[in-house]
C-alpha cells in the first residue's frame, strides 16, 4: 500500500466506510473495545492488501480495519431520503453523548473535507466517528448482520 493524500478518495463525495477495495483509502484499525483507531496518514489500498486482507480463515478485512471510498449515494443500502442513514445515526449519537455541543479540537481525519457524515452532521458525528465498524462479524466465515 502507498502513501495517500488527505481525502484522495476519489472524486466528490466519500463514504468513511467503505469497503476493502483497490484504490479505496485504510482510515484505521479497529481496537479490541470495537472503537476506530485512526492512521495518522491514510494508506491506499492495494489489490495485493485487499486479497491478503480478505484471505479465508480471517474475519472480514471491514471488521477488523475502517475504509474509506466514494459515496455511492442510491446505490447504498444505507441510503434513505437522500441522506446516508449512518450520518443520521451518528449525528443522534452525537447529541445522545452531548457531544453535538462539545467544544474542542475535532479528532484528525484524512477524509474530513469530502466526508458524507461531515457534511450531513457537521462537527459534533466526528466525536463519534470512532465508534462505527462497517462489518462487525467475530468470527471466520460467520454471517455479517443487515
Known sequence: MGDAEAGAAGAGVTCPSSLCAPGHLLLGIVR?????????RPLTVD????????AP?????????RFAGPCVGAACGQWV????????ALAGAAQEAGADGR???????????????WRQGGPAV??????VVHTTSQEPGEASPG
Open 57 to 65: 480463515g480471517l474475519r472480514p478485512p471491514e471488521a477488523r480495519f
Open 103 to 117: 467544544g474542542g479540537p475535532l479528532p484528525p481525519c484524512a477524509v474530513r473535507p469530502t466526508c458524507r457524515w
Open 32 to 40: 479490541p473495545d470495537g472503537t476506530v483507531a485512526a492512521l495518522r
Open 81 to 88: 431520503a437522500e441522506r446516508c442513514s449512518i450520518g443520521d
Open 47 to 54: 489489490a495485493e492488501f485487499a486479497a491478503r486482507a480478505a
Open 126 to 131: 466526528c466525536h463519534v466517528c470512532d465508534r
